[in-house]
Each structure stands twice: as structure tokens, then as C-alpha cells.
């Protein structure tokens, strides 16, 4: 899979997505990194310790987050993408749900397009992404937590997800999905999502699995956001095994040396 300039093994390996959120707001790391010298610095940081891509965030989506207009999005992030695309060879996602926002951070130099709502909030969406010609990473998300059967429900949505993506034209192989752990999920189905995480092999496209930090570690481990770095490098080793091509993780060297370990063992 090329994403930018760089081509990903995704058959053969797990790489690293750091996050760089540059919002005033956000969960675990909010205000740290809104300001250009202090994300570059940062991204420089993430690059060394193993990072392959680099994940910006203008608004924060927490639970119980305030949205935020389009144009504070985007005065968020386009100087950030522009400043790092300047500085460092790596390809920049954007974390957005919002087509306007993604026109922009495309227009600035994004090369991914990261979508907590999988094209479903915004119809406009899947043709922006489609016409930029970048690659996605459609998430797995809805508005009510009413499962039946909640592995099935969980595939039927996602392939709701990639039958908007192929109408609007975007190719197979621009597509990452990602089961959407802390997404209109109760504690017991986020734990299901990461255990079954293989179930989304089925689709045919590869898999990222965003866990860093999130209520699910918190509440199994009983601690805040800034102590949950063993809990989600526990579910980095077990994406591994089970050929996630993504980790996304605010603790990058933790989690990239994981993963080595990991694939030395497993062979990989």
C-alpha cells in the first residue's frame, strides 16, 4: 500500500501512527502541541522513535467533546501539515470527519484521510477523498450502541462504509479500516472489537487498531490517561499477532519497540 511516498508491507507488518494533536482540548495530551515549533518538535521526537506516520488532530472527539466550525479546524491544521510536510519526509494523516476539512488538509499536503464516522457523517467525504487520490482510514462508528449480534453488526457496518467508499470511486487500495475501539461502544463490546480485531480480515483490506490510552485501560487498569501506556502496548503485541497493519498511539517508542519484539519472535 503506498501512502504518500512510502510503500507499506501491510501483509508483513505493523507500523506506527503517532498522534499529534494540536488542539487546546484533547483527552490525554490537549495544548501540548497547538503551537508549529512545539508540534515539530514533537513529530521529530515520534520520527525517532520509530513512527512511519504521523496522525494530526485539530478537534478533539473525547467523549463529550464541542465541535468545532470547519474554519477553526482547518486554521488548526493546515499551517501544522504544511510546517511538518516542509520540515520531515512522512506521511501525514488527518484526523478529520468533516469533507471541508479534509479538502484543505489534502489541498495543504495530507496524504490520508483518518474518519472516526467511516464517510457516514459527511456525503461529501468519500468524493473529496476519492478526487484528492489520497489514501483513507475508515473507522467504524454509528449513533446508538443497539447491537443484535455486535461482531456481525460491527462487519455489516463497515461494509456499509466501503460500499460508499467504492460508489464514490475510491480504489481498494486507499483503504484502511479500523474497528473504532471507544466508538458508540459499552466497556465490554471495546474489549470484543480488540479481541476479535482478525474478524475485519474478512473485508479484504488492511486493519488499524487505535486503542492508545482510551476508557478501556482506564477501566480495566483503574488509571487516568497519562498511565495507560502498558495497557495499550499489551494491545499493540496483540494486533501484531493477529496482522493489524496500523497501530495509531500518542506513546510511540513503547509501541514501535513492541512490535519489534513481537514480529522477532513471531518471525515476521
Known amino acids: 500500500m503506498r501512502i504518500g ?7 508483513n507488518h505493523t507500523y506506527v501512527m503517532g498522534i499529534l494533536n494540536v488542539t487546546p482540548d484533547s483527552f490525554s495530551d490537549g495544548g501540548k502541541f497547538n503551537q508549529i515549533d512545539l508540534a515539530l518538535k514533537h513529530t521529530k521526537e515520534m520520527l525517532d522513535d520509530g513512527m512511519a506516520i504521523v496522525d494530526i488532530g485539530g478537534e478533539s472527539t473525547r467523549p463529550g467533546y464541542t465541535k468545532i466550525s470547519d474554519e477553526e479546524e ?3 491544521i493546515v499551517p501544522v501539515i504544511e510546517a511538518v510536510k516542509r520540515e520531515f519526509d512522512v506521511p501525514i494523516s488527518v484526523d478529520t470527519y468533516k469533507g471541508g ?35 483513507c482510514c475508515l473507522m467504524h462508528n ?4 443497539d447491537y443484535t449480534n455486535f461482531r456481525q453488526d460491527l462487519l455489516r457496518d463497515l461494509e456499509e462504509t466501503i460500499e460508499i467508499a467504492k460508489k464514490a470511486g475510491i480504489a481498494d487500495d486507499k483503504i484502511i479500516l479500523d474497528p473504532g475501539v471507544g466508538f458508540a461502544k459499552s466497556y465490554e463490546n471495546n474489549l470484543e472489537a480488540i479481541h476479535y480485531v482478525e474478524d475485519l480480515h474478512l473485508l479484504s483490506y488492511p486493519i488499524l487498531l487505535g486503542t492508545s490510552r482510551k476508557s478501556v485501560i482506564g477501566l480495566t487498569l483503574d488509571l487516568p490517561a497519562d498511565e495507560r501506556v502498558e495497557g495499550t502496548v499489551v494491545t499493540t ?3 501484531v499477532e493477529k496482522g493489524c497493519a496500523f497501530v495509531r498511539v500518542h506513546d510511540v517508542k513503547e509501541n514501535y519497540r513492541a512490535i519489534k519484539m513481537t514480529e522477532a519472535i513471531l518471525g515476521k
Open 5 to 11: 511516498t512510502k510503500d507499506f508491507d501491510v501483509a
Open 237 to 239: 503485541v496483540l494486533a
Open 74 to 76: 482547518i486554521e488548526r
Open 101 to 135: 476539512v479534509a479538502k484543505a488538509a489534502i489541498e495543504a499536503g495530507a496524504d490520508l484521510i483518518n474518519d472516526i464516522w467511516g464517510l457516514k457523517y459527511d456525503d461529501k467525504m468519500a468524493d473529496v477523498i476519492a478526487k484528492g487520490n489520497v489514501a
Open 142 to 145: 454509528r449513533e446508538n450502541q
